[in-house]
């Protein structure tokens, strides 16, 4: 195949067209090496997601915190609450934590 061949060829004429030549490059930086970058608002995006994620997982917590607040008004359910929880005790107390084994040999 001769060059006048390959010349006449319409995929040639597009190829070697300016606007072409100068688009191909741009559209390759712009897709990965700029600032801007697809590959940087991808990830960008993924972060937000998470974030997102996670204020709607500590709003959840927010509201059961509230919820144990308000049943723990109280002063004889905190006393509960703080012995059971946090394993708290009077003065004149002692506590025994009883452990079963829960392994079956």
């Given at each position: 195949?001769?060059?006048?061949?390959?010349?006449?060829?319409?995929?040639?004429?597009?190829?070697?067209?300016?606007?072409?030549?100068?688009?191909?490059?741009?559209?390759v930086?712009?897709?990965?090496?700029?600032?801007?970058?697809?590959?940087?608002?991808?990830?960008?995006?993924?972060?937000?997601?998470?974030?997102?994620?996670?204020?709607?997982?500590?709003?959840?917590k927010?509201?059961?915190?509230?919820?144990?607040?308000?049943?723990?008004?109280?002063?004889?359910?905190?006393?509960?609450?703080?012995?059971?929880?946090?394993?708290?005790?009077?003065?004149?107390?002692?506590?025994?934590?009883?452990?079963?084994?829960?392994l079956?040999?």
């Amino acid at each position: 195949m001769s060059f006048k061949n390959i010349k006449n060829k319409k995929a040639f004429k597009i190829l070697t067209n300016t606007f072409v030549l100068i688009f191909i490059p741009f559209f390759v930086w712009m897709l990965f090496f700029d600032e801007n970058s697809y590959l940087t608002h991808r990830k960008f995006n993924l972060e937000i997601e998470d974030l997102e994620r996670t204020i709607s997982f500590y709003q959840s917590k927010i509201a059961s915190d509230k919820a144990t607040i308000k049943k723990l008004g109280d002063s004889l359910q905190l006393e509960r609450f703080a012995r059971e929880t946090y394993l708290m005790k009077r003065a004149n107390e002692d506590i025994y934590l009883i452990e079963f084994d829960t392994l079956k040999k």
